[in-house]
């Protein structure tokens, strides 16, 4: 049976898209029927992140309007064969996605034997949002350790369980989760950023996952593939343990404690400070 998943968030830049192309390229690896939808209508950056820009075509409004079927808009995955993406429009308006449109597209990819239906929400609270969460099963409610990111994801789960579909039908609620992207262990005991446990304690929300810090994210993005691909990379490990507590496994929290240096390092750390002083 398919399930959709919204990954959505309070405010920009906190790594949204970035997780929903690793988290629908994990599911893919992991044997999964995915589909990934950009609801980003007027921007359009999942398919720079994922790396087929060049092949868009057709996009989510063309099949929408029927200027195009899924099967023509539709761009299968250079990096696995089981992940489709379905790329936003850059020239239309946000408002050209309406419910019933939204609804059908995902009635079909349902239809199409897809696992898991994953939805890229742009941003905060706008037309755009809440299309992407209107028929979520699921939501990751990505955030970054900070307090305005904090608050206004407060504000979207808020929003998730007063607006989705399942709420206004009175069905079991979303089942949302939190992940925590950009983590830096030590900005954290520098008093530089907030805590997961900090971020739990405010918002209630289970934890799928912890993300660390790290210029990988950002290269590997711009390379067009995404992260979770370089398994030797702790940021790929973190997405991996994040897909894994999704689909039911127990796995321990990693990458959320600094790393013992050992006392040479120690030694060198303390000497360069020493020198710059």
């Known amino acids: 049976m398919s399930e959709v998943i919204v990954v959505t968030s309070g405010k920009g830049g906190v790594g949204k898209t970035t997780t929903s192309a690793n988290i629908s390229a994990g599911l893919a690896l992991r044997g999964k029927k995915v589909a990934v939808i950009d609801f980003d209508v007027g921007l359009r950056n999942l398919d720079l992140v994922m790396g087929c820009e060049r092949r868009v075509v057709y996009d989510f409004v063309n099949v929408i309007n029927g200027e195009a079927t899924l099967n023509q808009a539709l761009i299968r995955d250079k990096h696995a064969q089981n992940l489709y993406i379905l790329p936003a429009s850059q020239t239309r308006d946000k408002e050209a996605l309406t419910e019933a449109g939204v609804e059908k597209v995902i009635k079909d990819l349902k239809g199409m034997g897809f696992d898991y239906i994953v939805c890229d929400s742009p941003a905060g609270i706008e037309h755009g949002a809440l299309m992407a969460l209107t028929f979520a099963d699921h939501a990751i ?137």
Not at 183 to 212: C, Q, T
Not at 215 to 231: C, F, K, M, T, Y
Request: aromatic share 4%; net charge positive.
């Open 141 to 277: 409610v990505v955030v970054n350790p900070e307090v305005s990111s904090v608050r206004d994801s407060d504000r979207i789960i808020g929003i998730l369980q007063s607006r989705s579909r399942r709420a206004k039908e009175g069905r079991e609620p979303v089942q949302e989760r939190l992940l925590i992207t950009r983590y830096s262990p030590r900005r954290v005991r520098a008093g530089e950023m907030l805590s997961y446990l900090d971020i739990l304690e405010i918002l209630k929300v289970p934890l799928l996952g912890v993300i660390p810090e790290s210029q990988r994210v950002l290269e590997a993005s711009n390379a067009g593939v995404p992260a979770v691909h370089e398994n030797q990379t702790e940021v790929a490990q973190a997405y991996g343990d994040a897909i894994d507590r999704f689909l039911g496994k127990q796995v321990p929290l990693r990458f959320v404690a600094e790393e013992d240096k050992g006392f040479l390092r120690r030694l060198i750390d303390s000497m360069s400070r020493k020198a710059a002083a």
